[in-house]
């Protein structure tokens, strides 16, 4: 990979800032930032391939300390290269690379900033924005509810890209890993981008299945008990493979 340049404190472009770091130290920083933005990229080029945006439409972010590496706006994902690395500091200025970021910065960022985030993944994912138009809160249709903390409320719809819209996307988030935004789509956050993108396929899935059952005429869906997703909550605590 190229040099990527950083911003340097006056705003300018120029070569990185490395704050006196050894060179070993630097080069293991290079290397892990490179890593990451190839897996962001195959992350986002997966939500296009899965079906759960169109276009340049969601966005993906990974963090690794202060660092925020994000989808830039407007480019289209398989173009994506490793000479297009972008990344901000946690205030939002870019420090890394010459692509302008999402225009969703600020709901990235907030997640960040206040959970432990490492990964987020917004789409506008077709079942799923359908639901955020219809009901205020997914309906506890299936026990994955309980794979993103609870029923999925839906955040108020706000102007994209405005701290309005990130604000209510928090509210809604409250001991939840994600939440449907209102006539928009969805957002959800793990500990790595493979979680956080499972979480967006779960929460599109139970999009779905509530949106079928719900067709069917002159019947209504079973929903879960409040009980019953704590306990699959704890069921899923022990699940998978333990090395």
């Not at 293991?28 to 080029?45: C, G, S």
């Not at 999402?102 to 709901?107: I, V, Y």
């Not at 789409?123 to 955020?132: I, N, Q």
């Not at 001991?175 to 396929?201: E, K, M, V």
């Amino acid at each position: 990979m190229a040099d990527t340049l950083r911003n340097t404190d006056d705003g300018h472009q120029g070569g990185r800032q490395d704050g006196g770091r050894p060179d070993a130290e630097r080069k293991q920083a290079r290397q892990d930032e490179a890593r990451l933005w190839a897996e962001l990229v195959a992350t986002a080029r997966r939500t296009v391939a899965d079906g759960l945006v169109v276009g340049t439409s969601g966005n993906v972010s990974a963090r690794v300390g202060d660092l925020v590496l994000v989808t830039p706006s407007g480019v289209p994902y398989d173009r994506l290269a490793p000479d297009d690395i972008t990344g901000v500091d946690l205030t939002g200025r870019q420090v890394l690379g010459t692509l302008a970021p999402t225009s969703e910065l600020p709901m990235h960022l907030a997640v960040y900033r206040t959970t432990d985030a490492r990964a987020v993944v917004h789409t506008h994912a077709v079942h799923a924005t359908a639901v955020s138009t219809l009901v205020p809160e997914l309906p506890p249709v299936h026990y994955m509810t309980a794979a993103l903390g609870g029923p999925v409320r839906v955040a108020p719809y706000a102007a994209y890209g405005t701290g309005e819209l990130a604000g209510n996307m928090l509210r809604a988030l409250t001991g939840r890993s994600g939440c449907l935004l209102q006539n928009h789509g969805t957002i959800t956050y793990g500990a790595t981008l493979t979680q956080a993108y499972d979480r967006t396929a779960q929460l599109e899935w139970m999009c779905r299945l509530w949106l079928t059952a719900s067709s069917v005429p002159g019947l209504t869906p079973s929903l879960l008990t409040e009980a019953q997703v704590a306990e699959a909550g704890e069921r899923l605590k022990g699940y998978g493979q333990r090395r």
